[in-house]
């Protein structure tokens, strides 16, 4: 199967929607104040203190047929210490994840971790993978072949546990996948389950950090369908883009939204500096009381095809209108997204609006606090995306301090715009860190 990558990372990445969660809601007041250096009104960043966790397995190596063996994990967790690890509930056959190893499924599963407001991040460290149950295809139904005791699978460490890096923050979903599939486990009757550590880490492991690698997989949309076409990036398909997603790890872009099947959908890329893969966009629905979040899935070759015509599910996520994490708003906004990747380098969004809220202008950069209260701004119109290659389009600096060790606010200062381009924002002003 295809591998999709992200530039921090060799193994692939698959990007989950958890549902209702601890997410859900609005806790105001969250990025300690503003700083200013105009008149303008920084944003307020409205988030929950829980942070989210998904772990996603995808399996895949052939069709299902007599033999395929299906792996049951019950006992799902991250982990630091003996004391220091989630979910803290024995899960139980209810909520058992069941990864076909030979067929391309998708399973994910979720749950919080409470976070205390105004904290800035926490990272995981250790994955246990264990093993509850093998079932095998035969006669068309899944057999047990292996009933238990759980099987811990050997890792990298001193308790068996493989390496992690997933570095959560409150209000926001991270996400980790996990390969698993018929080159790494099997069972037979001879020598009951058999695990290639060496296989599993060679298709998992970052050549960055050396492990599991998380990434941030909730995305905040801003609806640009009002600018000119001119100054919207194109998708694959050759739509101009009426939403642009950002997570401070990811970048999307999608179109038009269309009925399709009682549906509303709409093309969708996923970017980044080495891949682009597009899928589809679906709207939020409303359920009586509860509002489900818009989702994204992203689509790839199914590599059984020899046609390369039929498509599979590969990456599912979902996203939220930057209006539902974001108040205060006023004419202008500007708020820097912080990255898994990296604790000094920023996405940052400028955006424009008018009196009915519409979105006006919007471009995209990266703020670096690199310095001790002084960083390097980097802007580029919308037009751009997704070229990885592209050049600034205005440069300036940021102003910070730090609060709990983090930024969380400051005051931008853009000194540079490049050739003719026109900057239709303030020179001066302030951002929000959306924390």
Not at 208 to 213: P, R
Request: glycine share 12%.
């Amino acid at each position: 199967m295809k591998k999709w990558l992200i530039a921090f990372t060799a193994g692939a990445v698959v990007i989950g929607c958890g549902g209702g969660s601890g997410l859900d809601g609005i806790n105001n007041g969250n990025n300690g104040g503003g700083g200013g250096g105009t008149d303008r009104t920084i944003p307020t960043v409205n988030l929950k203190p829980n942070a989210q966790v998904q772990i996603l397995y995808l399996s895949g190596q052939g069709r299902r047929a007599p033999g395929s063996q299906i792996a049951v994990m019950n006992n799902i967790r991250i982990f630091n210490s003996p004391t220091d690890y989630w979910p803290k509930d024995l899960q139980g056959s209810g909520s058992a994840i069941r990864v076909q190893l030979d067929g391309y499924t998708l399973n994910h599963f979720v749950f919080d971790v409470p976070m205390s407001v105004g904290s800035a991040s926490k990272t995981y460290t250790q994955f246990p993978l264990e093993i509850a149950q093998m079932d095998e295809e035969q006669g068309g139904q899944p057999v047990t072949v292996y009933s238990g005791p759980p099987f811990l699978v050997a890792g990298d460490s001193a308790n068996n546990f493989f390496k992690l890096n997933m570095q959560l923050f409150p209000g926001r979903q991270t996400s980790v996948q996990v390969l698993l599939n018929d080159a790494m486990l099997t069972w037979d009757a001879t020598n009951g389950i058999a695990f290639d550590a060496a296989q599993f880490k060679a298709e998992n492991y970052s050549q960055v950090t050396g492990a599991l690698t998380g990434f941030l997989s909730d995305m905040i949309a801003f609806d640009v369908s009002s600018l000119p076409a001119a100054q919207r990036p194109l998708l694959q398909n050759g739509e101009r883009a009426e939403m642009v997603h950002f997570s401070g790890d990811l970048i999307g872009i999608s179109g038009h939204f269309f009925t399709v099947s009682g549906r509303e959908e709409a093309a969708y890329d996923n970017l980044s500096p080495i891949v682009i893969d597009s899928g589809i966009m679906t709207k939020p629905v409303t359920l009586g009381a509860n509002k489900a979040p818009g989702i994204f899935t992203v689509m790839e070759p199914d590599p059984r095809d020899p046609f390369g015509t039929e498509k599979i599910n590969a990456i599912q996520g979902f996203y939220r209108a930057y209006t539902e994490v974001l108040s205060n708003l006023s004419e202008f906004g500007a708020v820097a997204i912080p990255s898994t990747r990296s604790t000094t380098s920023h996405q940052f969004v400028m955006f424009n609006r008018n009196s009915n809220g519409t979105i006006t202008a919007c471009w995209q950069g990266v703020a670096d606090f690199t310095g001790g209260t002084k960083g390097v701004l980097r802007l580029y119109s919308l037009e751009q995306l997704p070229d990885a290659g592209a050049q600034p389009r205005a440069t300036g600096e940021v102003f910070y301090t730090k609060s709990s060790g983090v930024v969380r606010s400051g005051t931008f200062s853009v000194s540079n715009v490049v050739g003719n381009a026109t900057f239709p924002f303030p020179r001066t002003g302030g951002f929000v860190v959306f924390r």
